[in-house]
């Protein structure tokens, strides 16, 4: 009986252990998620992760990029709202055909569904991953943080290109684009490309 009684002890503490480090797992989650987009506007300045890197934007002003007109790429576009926030948010087309040294503008569309402001900041992502050097965007609404009236709508553009040295293996590049709400983080900016071009409608 005594032995039973240990095991039973051992068995709960071992469970209240296994319940622990799942808490602070879901905690680290969650942290990692709310800093993720502030270092993610870091780490893109330096690497061009999200298509804007001000030195390639400088040398391709330079040199102008053929235009491959022998060739298409698929370019589709994905959307999420983190922790199922009150936005609709979604592109007005779900995918084009795009060759490879042209410059295109797509529009998203975005809806505060909350009666109360909010600030939000996409995270851009591309795939496959071999696809994300070779992905140029001159304007985009996931460059800074927009602002949301209560209620507002908004038409926010991306104008991109995708690299002629894209892999000729790649006929497919997908854009995905999180939408955080990061209200809490930061006050709304003064100005954003979004606003500028909000649909009068």
């Avoid at 030195?55 to 790429?73: H, K």
Wanted: proline share 5%; charged share 15%; hydrophobic share 45%.
């Amino acid at each position: 009986m005594e032995q039973d009684r240990e095991g039973h002890r051992g068995t709960a503490k071992a469970s209240r252990r296994t319940a622990w480090k799942l808490a602070g797992v879901v905690t680290a989650m969650f942290g990692f998620g709310f800093a993720m987009v502030p270092l993610y506007g870091a780490i893109c300045q330096i690497t061009g992760l999200n298509g804007r890197n001000s030195a390639l934007q400088a040398a391709a002003s330079a040199a102008p990029v053929q235009v491959d007109l022998s060739r298409t790429v698929k370019v589709q576009f994905l959307t999420t709202v983190n922790g199922g926030r009150g936005w609709a948010f979604g592109a007005q087309q779900a995918q084009i055909d795009a060759h490879p040294g042209q410059y295109y503008t797509v529009y998203f569309d975005a809806h505060n569904l909350q009666d109360a402001p909010v600030v939000g900041q996409a995270v851009f992502s591309a795939a496959p991953w071999s696809a994300a050097a070779h992905v140029h965007k001159t304007e985009c609404f996931c460059f800074s943080r927009q602002a949301f009236a209560a209620a507002e709508d908004k038409r926010m553009p991306v104008r991109f290109m995708i690299d002629p040295q894209l892999p000729a293996d790649v006929d497919t590049v997908s854009f995905s684009y999180t939408l955080f709400d990061v209200t809490q983080k930061a006050p709304a900016p003064q100005a954003s490309v979004a606003q500028s071009i909000s649909p009068q409608s």
